[in-house]
């Protein structure tokens, strides 16, 4: 089931904790394009599916990535791409659009996201792995 760009919007606002609408879409757009280098094949169509339509294709389009970047250097990469932000408030970005985007994509899916990404990321999605 696709989430609805304002029911998204307002689950990352809320886990973010931003004052407006505009920095939770800003963060959304960043994290997702980010996201999008990072996953192929069928399960970022699977992914792209479940989210409104503008991010859908945010993460089909992505920003491109030389490399899988470890959990550190996307929070990293994150901060790089937003005005004003810092490596703090970026994770918190982070894991605010990534925990909304786990929770669309149901358990299933989000395992195999995160087969595809760097260890580490199960924490960015709010969904911690047995060791």
């Known amino acids: 089931m696709t989430l609805r760009w304002e029911a998204f919007l307002d ?54 990535s030389a ?13 790089a791409w937003i005005e004003g932000a810092t490596e703090a408030t970026a994770a918190w970005d982070v894991s605010a659009v990534l925990s909304t985007a786990a929770d669309a994509a149901g358990d299933e899916l989000t395992q195999q996201i995160l087969l595809q990404l760097p260890a580490g990321y199960d924490l960015l999605f709010g969904r911690p792995q047995p060791t």
């Open 67 to 79: 490399e899988p970047l470890s959990p550190e250097r996307f929070v990293r990469a994150t901060a």
């Open 11 to 64: 689950q990352v606002k809320e886990r973010g904790e931003y004052e407006s609408a505009q920095e939770a879409e800003r963060a959304a757009r960043v994290v997702l394009a980010l996201l999008g280098a990072h996953l192929v094949g069928g399960v970022r169509a699977e992914l792209a599916a479940r989210l409104p339509e503008t991010f859908a294709l945010i993460l089909l389009n992505p920003l491109q």
